[in-house]
């Protein structure tokens, strides 16, 4: 069988069953933008799991309520405003830009930082990485869960990761190889809007801390990254050279960036989100991956 696993990035989700409703709606949609025969047979088949670790690490939940207009409006437009463009081009955005950037070469100055959203990210993120109360372990055998049952099943699996969740999926693979010696093989591995070429997260994964070599998952055939204009949150959109040694000591077959004028149009009543993940799943770059693995798997 052939199995979509989707782990979300980090904040508070919708309960689970509402939110991987939306997520799988805009994943067709988009498909079906591009190949309305493969997105027929996605939608037919009982693929698709959402690994939901937001809600034991939050302890809280969104009002659905709240994002389903939006995602209606997302699905409902199929020629965006040039302004969709243009204002990932503006000197805001150019100074928000340097100030991750700052804080990526030189953490102790986040605190510092005048933008909420870049301390709160950090805060998360530390959370997870300082595996307090023994959160990371819990959220990582959550990841852990689906890709050992495709394993027991000899399932084909797409594993997507957007935003924190693609670290989740990252360190999950490395101990799920290396701690339970498990070969078999997600066919790829699709990050989007991912953080895992900042400095400050690759030095904290856990094969890249652990002192072991090698320090990398060998249990990932292919690995596609796709970071869409402006997303701060994927702030080094390469990484093809951040991780080349896994392609030198022949744990991965390919790893291949997309970044040249790809846009997340995603709309809320706070604005143009461009790191939020139902305007990837639409994206075209984003739905032809996903009907190019299904045809050829």
Partial sequence: MKKIIYVPGKNPKPPAE?????????????????????ADEIAAADCFTLVAWN???????RDINRITPWVDRLLSTEH????????????????????????????WLIPALPDERIRASIRDTELYFSNRDNIACQVRDIQKQPLREAATRDDKVLLIGHSMGSVIAFDSLWELHHLE??????????????????????????????????NYPGNIRHWVNISARGDLVALDPDLANDFSEMIEQQHIESITDH???????????????????????????????????????
């Fill in 80 to 107: 965006y405003p040039e302004s969709d463009r243009e204002s990932v081009r503006t000197v805001g955005y150019r100074l928000a830009r340097t100030l991750y950037q700052l804080g990526d070469l030189f953490p």
């Fill in 18 to 38: 509402q939110h991987r409703e939306q997520l799988w709606r805009c994943l067709v949609q988009g498909v079906r933008r591009i190949n309305p025969d493969v």
């Fill in 55 to 61: 809600r034991h690490f939050y302890d809280s939940e």
């Fill in 181 to 214: 010696n498990m070969q078999h093989c997600v066919d790829c591995l699709v990050t989007i809007g991912s953080p895992l070429g900042l400095n400050y997260v690759q030095k904290r994964l856990v094969g890249l801390r652990s002192g072991r070599t090698p």
């Fill in 259 to 297: 970044r040249a004028g790809i846009f997340n149009h995603y709309r809320d009543e706070k604005g143009l989100n461009v790191h939020k993940s139902y305007g990837y799943l639409v994206n075209p770059v984003v739905a032809r991956t996903i009907s190019d693995w299904w045809s050829n798997t």
